[in-house]
């Protein structure tokens, strides 16, 4: 027997990540191994979760991956632990049009079967918080909201008048509340939350907070009413046939560092699984590049750090070689800026890239693309043949000028017949894009990756 449970939201801003953050810390102080998630593609929130609790934190993404894939990487991770902790995404019925369990923290609540447990707001509301939680139980059959946390709730007198209305309308326990903590303050910037790598010296307030949730949150009640039983035949997902050993004797430069860290642990565990050799290295950082057949950069923040990306002019140098060489190079985002010619950040400075990719990409005031697509291959590439199609999420403030003729044909959630942009590059053994995947969607997808990396050496 362990425990799980999704930390839902009546909408975004409702204070899921601060309070995510405070029970990791506050039930891994108790000595309990705690498996956090996140629900969605968001890479930031992962970060913290990892940070506070010293466990790789995993993302549930109902839009790129099938369901048994899912509920595979779910258990795989979650029957480790003593609390599986999975938070949710904007509001508890939120994700794709106005089907409240497509692609929503609902949905994914039902189908690994956990109960959830909602944040509301209590900030200047007394009775009328029953009816908002009575709305969130009873609008979904299936799904259990099994406890209510408030958050923003300072005195004890506003507590109790809560938790009398709701537990007395509803019959839904009222488990605790979080006042608001002026110290606690999650920074943000343009893509959401700082990064977990920037803020590496903020373990007090993580302490702070797992404070205040040990004091105002009846832990012990909360876990008496999130018991799982175990999905054994869930456990481990499975590896195509022809993926095991595929990458044997292939090693992988995988970009990590302040710039570079957006991506998924089970696309890093899955290149692993195929029997590829993973080197990380940094290109703030280091002056060479490991020697490779793969090199996978990721997307993260290279526009914040312009100046010392193009300051390490021996790395850009080193990367440069490595396509020329054949090196089979794959780019997300903030991967793709850093492969163009230059990179124009917010305040207009212009500065020098790798120079891969003949193009200029430049940062904008909101967001140039924002959203689920789907993207179908108009020629072969390193990761999709002609005519496959692949799903993923764009998220993004700069645009890519290039001359460059684009290989994906991009439709929104891919359901329209005729795309609604085209995008990505491929040049030699090369592919850059907006596009972040999740690999096990389609783990076959890597075998295109591969031979182009089998083919230079």
Not at 141 to 165: D, E, F, Q, T, W
Request: aromatic share 8%; net charge negative; proline share 5%.
């Amino acid at each position: 027997m362990m425990h799980g449970f999704v930390i839902g939201g009546t909408h975004s801003g409702s204070g899921k990540t601060t309070l995510t953050l405070g029970l990791l810390r506050a039930l891994s102080r108790r000595g309990l191994r705690v498996q956090p998630f996140k629900v969605g593609p968001d890479y930031i929130d992962t970060g913290w979760h990892s940070r506070v609790s010293g466990v790789t934190s995993r993302n549930l993404d109902a839009f790129m991956l099938p369901e048994d894939s899912l509920r595979a990487l779910f258990w795989r991770q979650a029957a480790k632990a003593d609390v599986a902790l999975i938070e949710g995404v904007m509001g508890l019925f939120d994700g794709l049009g106005t089907d409240p369990l497509a692609c929503s923290t609902a949905g994914m609540a039902r189908l690994l079967d956990c109960p959830v447990i909602l944040t509301v707001d209590g900030k200047a509301v007394s009775t009328s918080a029953a009816a908002t939680v009575q709305g969130f139980a009873n609008l979904v059959p299936g799904i259990k909201v099994a406890g209510v946390l408030l958050n923003r709730v300072n005195s004890p007198s506003h507590y109790a008048l809560l938790k009398a209305a709701i537990e007395q309308h509803t019959g839904i326990p009222v488990l605790g509340r979080l006042p608001l903590l002026e110290s606690i303050r999650l920074p943000e910037r343009h893509l959401g939350l700082v990064t977990a790598q920037d803020e590496l010296a903020a373990a007090p307030q993580w302490d702070a907070l797992a404070d205040a949730i040990t004091e105002h949150v009846d832990l012990d009640a909360l876990l008496a009413l999130c018991r799982l039983s175990p999905d054994i035949e869930a456990v481990q997902p499975v590896l195509p046939a022809a993926l095991r050993g595929a990458g044997e004797g292939l090693t992988l430069a995988l970009a990590e560092d302040e710039a570079f860290n957006f991506y998924y642990p089970d696309n890093l565990d899955l290149l692993e699984a195929c029997g590829v050799r993973l080197v990380r290295f940094s290109p703030l950082h280091d002056q060479t590049l490991p020697q490779c057949d793969l090199l996978y950069l990721g997307g993260g923040y290279p526009e914040l750090h312009g100046e010392r990306l193009a300051g390490n002019y021996s790395m850009r140098q080193a990367i440069l070689a490595a396509h020329h060489a054949g090196v089979a190079i794959y780019a997300e985002c903030g991967g793709l800026m850093y492969l163009g010619e230059q990179l124009i950040d917010q305040q207009g400075q212009h500065w020098p890239m790798v120079g891969v990719l003949p193009g200029t990409s430049s940062m904008g005031q909101r967001l140039t693309r924002f959203g689920y697509c789907q993207a179908e291959a108009m020629q072969d590439t390193s990761l999709a043949a002609c005519g496959e199609r692949l799903r993923g999420h764009e998220f993004h403030y700069s645009d890519f000028v290039t001359e460059l003729p684009p290989v994906f044909a991009f439709s929104k959630h891919g359901s329209r017949a005729l795309p609604d942009w085209r995008g990505g590059y491929q040049l030699g053994n090369t592919l850059a894009s907006y596009l972040h995947l999740h690999f096990w969607q389609a783990p076959q997808m890597l075998l295109h990756w591969f031979a182009r990396g089998r083919a230079q050496a």
